[in-house]
């Protein structure tokens, strides 16, 4: 049985892990009859976000492993033990954690860095040649991190977030929800996911190509 890594950035769209994104590679892989093991940082959230009214609410914190924790029914580790010698990949779904917690390109744009936690466990597991999936706007840490080696990603279509990618070095690859782009000879494979939508059947086309390409790759 292949064992995927998956690192997750809290729980809920707009502050944390993209739910629908993750539950659908969860459950990919599990059809797949491969092991997810969950993985988050131990780290505040930038902040937490009320998901009914959309603002920030003042005052309060919330934890990205904690949290990242609901979506995993508590099986989690900490990111900072991750051990790429017993997986066979790793994924990174979506949701603005991606963009706020795990980097901070929603605040910093192509000028972003990534969590030294993520960019350490990221660069292993492509130095180790093995496979690694991003989804929705999670593609920007890829972008970030080997777009000086030229890397084509994915994250559907829009505009500004692409101009981002191609700053960074990497080329962006325009595809549909239900597509992925493999970048060639990196073991690199992307998906729009949400940052097209528009609904949950519609993402999970792209979904299960990712993860059935992460564990060919493997």
Same mark, same amino acid.
């Given at each position: 049985?292949?064992?995927?890594?998956? *690192?997750?950035?809290?729980?809920?769209v707009?502050?944390?892990?993209?739910?629908?994104?993750?539950?659908?590679?969860?459950?990919?892989?599990?059809?797949?009859?491969?092991?997810?093991?969950?993985?988050?940082?131990?780290?505040?959230?930038?902040?937490?976000?009320?998901?009914?009214?959309?603002?920030?609410?003042?005052?309060?914190?919330?934890?990205?492993?904690?949290?990242?924790?609901?979506?995993?029914? @508590?099986?989690?580790?900490?990111?900072?033990?991750?051990?790429?010698?017993?997986?066979?990949?790793?994924?990174?779904? @979506?949701?603005y954690?991606?963009?706020?917690?795990?980097?901070?390109?929603?605040?910093?744009?192509?000028?972003?860095?990534?969590?030294?936690?993520?960019a350490?466990?990221?660069?292993?597991?492509?130095?180790?040649?093995?496979?690694?999936?991003?989804?929705?706007?999670?593609?920007?840490?890829? #972008?970030?991190?080997? @777009?000086?080696?030229?890397i084509?990603?994915?994250?559907?279509?829009?505009?500004?977030?692409?101009?981002?990618?191609? #700053?960074?070095?990497?080329?962006?690859?325009?595809?549909?929800?239900?597509?992925?782009?493999?970048?060639?000879?990196a073991? *690199?494979?992307?998906?729009?996911?949400?940052?097209?939508?528009?609904?949950?059947?519609?993402?999970?086309?792209?979904?299960?190509?990712?993860? #059935?390409?992460?564990?060919?790759?493997?």
């Amino acid at each position: 049985m292949k064992k995927i890594g998956v *690192i997750l950035s809290g729980c809920g769209v707009y502050d944390g892990t993209e739910i629908h994104e993750a539950v659908l590679t969860l459950l990919s892989l599990d059809k797949a009859q491969a092991e997810a093991v969950c993985f988050a940082p131990d780290i505040a959230q930038r902040h937490v976000v009320n998901h009914q009214t959309g603002e920030v609410s003042e005052n309060e914190t919330r934890n990205v492993l904690v949290e990242s924790a609901r979506i995993a029914r @508590g099986s989690i580790r900490n990111l900072r033990d991750i051990d790429t010698m017993i997986l066979d990949g790793l994924i990174i779904p @979506g949701g603005y954690g991606a963009a706020k917690n795990l980097s901070d390109y929603a605040v910093a744009g192509a000028k972003c860095e990534v969590l030294p936690e993520v960019a350490d466990a990221v660069t292993r597991f492509r130095k180790s040649g093995k496979p690694i999936g991003f989804l929705c706007i999670a593609p920007v840490i890829a #972008a970030k991190l080997f @777009g000086s080696e030229g890397i084509e990603v994915t994250i559907g279509s829009d505009q500004q977030t692409a101009a981002d990618i191609t #700053a960074m070095g990497a080329k962006h690859v325009a595809a549909p929800v239900e597509e992925i782009v493999v970048s060639p000879g990196a073991k *690199i494979v992307t998906t729009p996911a949400y940052m097209l939508g528009p609904g949950i059947s519609d993402i999970a086309k792209g979904i299960d190509k990712l993860v #059935a390409k992460v564990l060919e790759l493997a």
